[in-house]
């Protein structure tokens, strides 16, 4: 199975807003509402920042949002901060019963 | 609090195989919804799931890897372990194990690093 396809690097100025696509197929984010984003720093487990598309659990602060369109999700921080600095994967179940992972997204703030 | 923790041994011959066990504490691995996984991640690369155990036994697999990969649940000792076998320079990564609830991983270990090296 192909990695689902997100860009390698988005930036933004604090307080500004960011946005990562992550692109899939029909068997996968197409498929599903199961779509999930995480966010890891470095050196540390990744974090499950939203889940079943635009969830956010419990503690994740409201600045993170989410939507899918078609075979396309995103995830939009707004009123970025410094802490937001991470790596940000999405991940989705497919119709192989499987789970794929983006191939990553290196968030810098300005 | 449910805690993970991966444990087994940080270098591995190439041809032979990787086994790591993943520790469930603070909850049961027997719970329904709760499927038991391992991601791996080679250094400075992305994640890539391997695949997930429910506490029946029932499997599921990365394609790309299936032939090479066992996966196995000792609900007993409220364990899972991962078999890699044929191990060759691009296995080294960190590995994680984490809980698979509703289709989303919300429970990681710490990761383990395992390097391939002779």
């Known amino acids: 199975q192909s990695a689902l396809t997100q860009p390698a690097s988005v930036s933004g100025s604090p307080g500004q807003s960011i946005t990562i696509s992550c692109t899939g197929t029909s068997s996968d984010i197409g498929a599903f509402d199961s779509v999930s984003w995480y966010q890891q720093h470095p050196d540390k487990a990744p974090k499950v920042m939203i889940y079943?598309?635009?969830h956010r659990p419990s503690g994740v602060s409201n600045r993170f949002s989410a939507s899918k369109s078609g075979n396309t999700a995103s995830l939009t921080i707004s009123g970025l901060q410094a802490e937001d600095e991470a790596d940000y994967y999405c991940s989705s179940y497919t119709t192989s019963s499987t789970h794929v992972f983006g191939t990553g997204t290196k968030v810098t703030v300005l | 609090q449910l805690h993970l923790q991966e444990s087994g041994p940080g270098l591995v011959k190439p041809s032979e195989t990787l086994s790591l066990t993943c520790t469930v504490s603070g909850g049961s691995i027997s719970s329904d919804n709760q499927y038991w996984g391992w991601i791996r991640q080679p250094p400075g690369k992305g994640l890539e799931w391997i695949g997930n155990?429910?506490?029946?036994?029932?499997?599921y697999y990365n394609p790309t890897l299936k032939s090479r990969v066992t996966i196995s649940v000792d609900t007993s000792r409220n364990q899972f372990s991962l078999e890699l076998r044929s191990v060759t320079a691009p296995d080294t990564a960190l590995y994680y194990c984490?809980?698979?609830?509703?289709?989303?991983?919300?429970?990681w270990g710490q990761g383990t690093l395992v390097t391939v090296s002779s």
């Open positions: 984490a809980r698979a609830y509703l289709r989303r991983f919300d429970r």
């Open positions: 155990i429910y506490y029946t036994g029932s499997t």
């Open positions: 079943d598309v635009s």
